[in-house]
């Protein structure tokens, strides 16, 4: 069992920035891929960065060149840090890894994007 808790999100204004992290409970946390996604109001859970273990990263087109996903396989966090933020980007922002065809959720944080 994986426990994921994310913090971090908040109220900001557009153009601004923010990182969000994520803490793991997993023994061999290395050995899990790990992503964050979003959900907007009436809209489905899209994938915005994912990070592999492999070390390879992919992320959804409209956050590319904003967004950056990072981990700390020692301190089993994940990050994501965010810049140029738009309107669009507020969402329910959730953290996910997944080893073995088993996928844990954490319980999301709410980012705001406003002036």
């Known amino acids: 069992q994986v426990q994921l808790v994310e913090s971090g999100g908040g109220l900001v204004q557009p153009g601004g920035s923010l990182t969000l992290s994520c803490a793991a409970s997993a023994s061999s946390f290395s050995l899990y891929n790990v992503g964050w996604y979003r959900q907007a109001p009436g809209k489905q859970r899209e994938l915005v960065a994912r990070f592999t273990t492999r070390g390879t990263t992919n992320y959804a087109d409209s956050v590319k060149g904003r967004f950056t996903i990072s981990r700390d396989n020692g301190k089993k966090t994940i990050l994501l840090q965010m810049s140029s933020l738009k309107p669009d980007d507020t969402a329910v922002y959730y953290c996910?890894?997944?080893?073995?065809?088993?996928?844990?959720w954490g319980q999301g944080t709410q980012v705001t994007v406003s002036s």
């Open positions: 996910q890894a997944d080893r073995g065809g088993l996928v844990y």
